[in-house]
Nanobody, 121 residues
Framework: QVQLVESGGGLVQPGGSLRLSCAASGSIFSINAMGWYRQAPGKQRELVATITSGGSTNYADSVKGRFTISRDNAKNTVYLQMNSLKPEDTAVYYC???????????????WGQGTQVTVSS
């Protein structure tokens, strides 16, 4: 009953910008932490950025200063603003949220389907 849908990926030239969005829908009572992860071909999935329900953020060193994570609790949505993109940012980006559903007391992690980001000239 909970689904995460991502949008905003695509092809961009080095130095360009993209804004990813991930919206959750379904029987949601509350959402705790939200985050973005990415996985390049042949590599491990890595954490990009996280944001707590209180707005505290955490970034991977490789994206710090270039990416910004934010959330809109009223819309159950998390965003990732990506600036000064580099070819090494090319990957499939996944969003994740810790969701507490109605009639449940503990959270469960949900994942989006992934969206491709390609940085190339």
């Amino acid at each position: 009953q909970v689904q995460l849908v991502e949008s905003g990926g695509g092809l961009v030239q080095p130095g360009g910008s993209l804004r990813l969005s991930c919206a959750a829908s379904g029987s949601i009572f509350s959402i705790n932490a939200m985050g973005w992860y990415r996985q390049a071909p042949g590599k491990q999935r890595e954490l990009v950025a996280t944001i707590t329900s209180g707005g505290s953020t955490n970034y991977a060193d490789s994206v710090k200063g270039r990416f910004t994570i934010s959330r809109d609790n009223a819309k159950n949505t998390v965003y990732l603003q990506m600036n000064s993109l580099k070819p090494e940012d090319t990957a499939v980006y996944y969003c994740s949220m810790g969701v507490v559903r109605y009639s449940f007391s503990l959270q469960r992690d949900y994942w989006g389907q992934g969206t491709q980001v390609t940085v190339s000239s």
